[in-house]
């Protein structure tokens, strides 16, 4: 982290004038509660280790320089020329235009940016952009919007320029972070508390499996949309206004005919993992991590066979490691498809445990894959 700050700022010197503030905006894991903000669940999400650093300055005129680091490309653009763009731009650019339509006056400014969080590795590099811009814009120029406000912000910017339908986790988390907790996010009321998260005998890892399976988000909001359906036939009965009202997963049997098998499956899936997530929290608070892995690799079961978003890759791995007792839980995380599992691996072994699962990967799919040793940390802030 200490090495991108000074890396920026370096690179801010080298192309602009004055003096930059400086954000860090992280990534996010999620522990369990996954695809469920979207469908008024509660997801676990902590703020990482890994993420993106804006340095940042106005610059007194009606334009807007960036500069990515990490695509190695600038852009510079009048601030009443926004428009949606493609690739990283939609990042920035999403969030400005959020602001203006909020009736913000935005000024001009010049900013460079990047990180150490991979893209399209399910630790949301996506909303550590949107966070950081977000908190920047709202820094230098006093609008004084809170962090749930940026929160929102951030995901409309995401529904709007990128086109993703995300529901709030990311940007939730990424502004809310607190070292060494997770925090349980009701996605309901949008609000959360902060669970302590200290493994004793056992370490949080991630494996990136190195793909990322296009149209990922085409079939995201493809299950945003078969979610919205099959609500939409169960709210014929006038007892059920949101998956929260579901307290058992018989209750969905009489829709089943109408909703259709499909349909059908992904509303059990969210059911089943509502109250997945409020048992998880249950064990949590008790330290009983043996019972809270179990749930993450029925997690993953869930995503596998009744939501449909994991792939081949992931699968091998959630599978090799639910095969090695060292493992007490594996599951993918984030929007599937392809990124990372995230696990809870014993110490005691963990070394060769990795060095096993990274070789049968490598042996079976010719990808080396990336083992990160994360830490949960703070959430967006500026470094002085
Ligand atoms: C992506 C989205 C989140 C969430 C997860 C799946 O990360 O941005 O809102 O839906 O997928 O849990």
């Not at 939409?232 to 209750?251: L, V």
């Not at 042996?363 to 990160?372: A, Q």
Request: aromatic fraction near 10%; include cysteine.
């Amino acid at each position: 982290m200490e090495e991108t700050i000074l890396r920026i700022n370096q690179l801010f010197k080298e192309k602009f004038e004055g003096d930059p503030v400086g954000i860090w905006s992280p990534g996010r894991i999620n522990l369990i509660g996954e695809h469920i903000d979207y469908n008024d669940g509660f997801v676990m999400p902590g703020a990482i280790d890994k993420g993106v650093y804006f340095a940042i300055a106005l610059n007194g005129t009606d334009h807007l320089n960036f500069y990515s680091v990490d695509f190695e490309e600038n852009l510079r653009i009048k601030i009443t020329d926004i428009k949606k763009s493609e690739g990283w731009k939609n990042y920035v650019l999403g969030v400005v235009n959020e602001f203006r339509k909020l009736g913000k006056e935005i000024q001009g400014f010049d900013c460079v940016f990047g990180g150490n969080i991979a893209n399209g590795a399910g630790i949301s590099s996506s909303a550590a952009v949107e966070g950081g811009m977000s908190f920047s814009i709202n820094e230098l120029m006093n609008f004084n919007l809170n962090r749930k406000e940026l929160a929102l912000l951030g995901q409309r910017a995401e529904h709007h320029y990128p086109g993703v339908m995300c529901g709030i986790m990311d940007q939730y988390a990424n502004m809310h972070g607190q070292k060494d907790h997770v925090m349980l996010l009701d996605c309901q009321s949008i609000t959360h508390h902060y669970l302590p998260f200290n493994l004793v005998d056992s370490t949080l890892i991630l494996i990136n499996t190195k793909v990322h399976h296009t149209l990922a988000s085409s079939a995201y909001n493809e299950r945003r949309q078969q979610c919205e359906k099959g609500l939409k036939i169960m709210q014929e009965n006038k007892e059920i206004h949101s998956f929260r009202d579901i307290s058992d997963p018989k209750m969905l049997l009489p829709f089943k005919e109408e909703m259709g098998e499909i349909v059908y499956q992904r509303c059990l899936y969210v059911v089943e993992e509502i109250l997945r997530t409020k048992k998880a929290a249950t064990f949590l608070e008790n330290n009983d991590i043996n019972q809270f892995g179990k749930l993450m690799f029925q997690t993953h079961e869930g995503l596998r066979n009744l939501y449909n978003v994991s792939c081949r890759e992931l699968d091998f791995l959630v599978d090799y490691a639910s095969k090695n007792e060292m493992v007490i839980g594996a599951r993918l995380m984030g929007g599937g498809f392809g990124g990372c599992t995230i696990n809870i691996i014993k110490n005691n072994g963990k070394e060769e445990f990795l060095k096993e699962i990274a070789t049968a990967y490598e042996n079976t799919f010719h990808i080396t894959p990336e083992i990160y040793n994360v830490k949960i940390m703070d959430g967006t802030h500026r470094i002085s």
